[in-house]
């Protein structure tokens, strides 16, 4: 009963997001911002913690501009979010785009299956929507379902609209077993490892961080190159994806290598633009102290 009443003011709350015009989109993700980050104070210590440890050189002053920065990208993540699964596959494209499709060339001739890695920057959620559509390559990803059966059906569905490809993160092997080719797997991998005795220890943002070893492993195992999107903010609610080559021969180097140079590339991002990663993450929950792996 719960989880049907659940759906459906859902359902609403996306209803009510399609009926608004760009400027009141924005007005209501004002206010989100507002009561995340001058009432709530939503995660406000994570934030400011994580930021004054990845850039120990900015001021108090700098490092609260920041959060207020993120407070308001957070916002409107949310509303062109819950705005976007109303929209066509057309209109999606008209706020998201890539760009440098160019170096895909080469591996769509060989008919290569690739691994396509990005972060938590921009707006992954349609970037990763729309891979199969503007990309014209078949794109997969894997995803963690929701606990709703009802909603999990209803997203499902939105998530897949444009040709996407979705599995639990558990399938993920058989799902590459049966990749196209050519192919795009797309992972995001700059989260907590699930796993962290399989994580590979990284030296990011000041400290040793863990970092996920699928995109490593399937690279190498699969002999996949990796291709890094960079998703930017032109302008409040349009964004764009540049492509380029991470890794050509993953064979050449050892799972450790590939992993820092992801983790030397998603840095140098975020030195650059801090402001609109997912910084309310509690992305350092381990660390490494005597070389044993501890949560904190």
Known sequence: MLKSLLYYVFKVIIWFSSKLSDKNLYRCSNIIKVVLYNLLGYRKQVVIKNLRMSFPVKSAAEIALL?????????????????????????????????????????????????????????????????????????????????????????????????????PSKELRPMIEKMSSPGILFLLADQNPSIIQKAYWVNFLNRDTAFVHGPANVAKEHNMP???????????????????????????????????????????????????????????????????????
């Open 67 to 167: 959060a207020e920065k993120y407070y308001q990208h957070l916002s409107d993540l949310i509303m062109e979010t819950l705005a976007s699964y109303s929209w066509s596959r057309e209109k999606l494209a008209t706020h998201f785009k890539f760009t440098n499709l160019g170096v895909l060339q080469p591996y769509l001739e060989q008919k290569k299956r690739m691994v396509g890695v990005s972060a938590h920057f921009g707006n992954f959620e349609i970037g990763a929507i729309l891979i199969p559509s503007q990309l014209k390559v078949p794109g997969y990803a894997i995803y963690r379902p929701l606990a709703n059966p009802k909603l999990e059906q209803w997203m499902y569905k939105k998530r897949t609209r444009s040709g996407l490809t979705i599995v």
């Open 226 to 296: 990796i291709l890094f999107f960079d998703s930017k903010r032109v302008k409040r609610g349009y964004y764009e994806s540049e492509i380029s080559v991470l890794v050509d021969d993953p064979t050449k180097y050892t799972h450790q290598q590939i992993t820092e140079m992801f983790a030397k590339k998603l840095e140098h991002i975020l030195q650059e633009r801090p402001d609109d990663w997912l910084w309310s993450h509690k992305r350092w929950k381990w660390a490494k102290i005597n070389e044993e792996i501890v949560r904190i």
